[in-house]
């Protein structure tokens, strides 16, 4: 069982940034598939930003260049760096964990963007 704890989400307005971050319990973080996934009032959730254990990134085109997600597997902690935020990004936050075929969620934080 994994567990994970978001935190740093907040009001903020157009074209400010936030960084989310996200506490992972276990030995094994350092093998975790980690991503940021969100969910926007009324609209599936959706894939934000993904990290490997090899550090291999990708991320949803929205995004692109605007956020980064990174992670340190001293800290069991993912980060998602948000930059140049728009009220399109406003959305629950969810941190996901993958391992071994098996998916794990945080609780979420909700990120709103004002224009």
């Known amino acids: 069982q994994v567990q994970l704890v978001e935190s740093g989400g907040g009001l903020v307005q157009a074209g400010g940034s936030l960084r989310l971050s996200c506490a992972a319990s276990?030995?094994?973080?350092?093998?975790?598939?980690m991503g940021w996934y969100r969910q926007a009032p009324e609209k599936q959730r959706e894939l934000v930003a993904r990290i490997t254990y090899s550090l291999t990134t990708n991320y949803a085109d929205s995004v692109k260049g605007r956020f980064t997600i990174s992670r340190d597997n001293a800290k069991n902690t993912v980060y998602l760096q948000m930059n140049s935020l728009e009220p399109e990004d406003t959305a629950v936050y969810y941190c996901?964990?993958?391992?071994?075929?098996?998916?794990?969620w945080g609780q979420g934080t909700q990120v709103t963007v004002s224009s």
């Open positions: 276990g030995r094994l973080f350092s093998i975790y598939v």
């Open positions: 996901s964990a993958r391992l071994a075929g098996n998916d794990y």
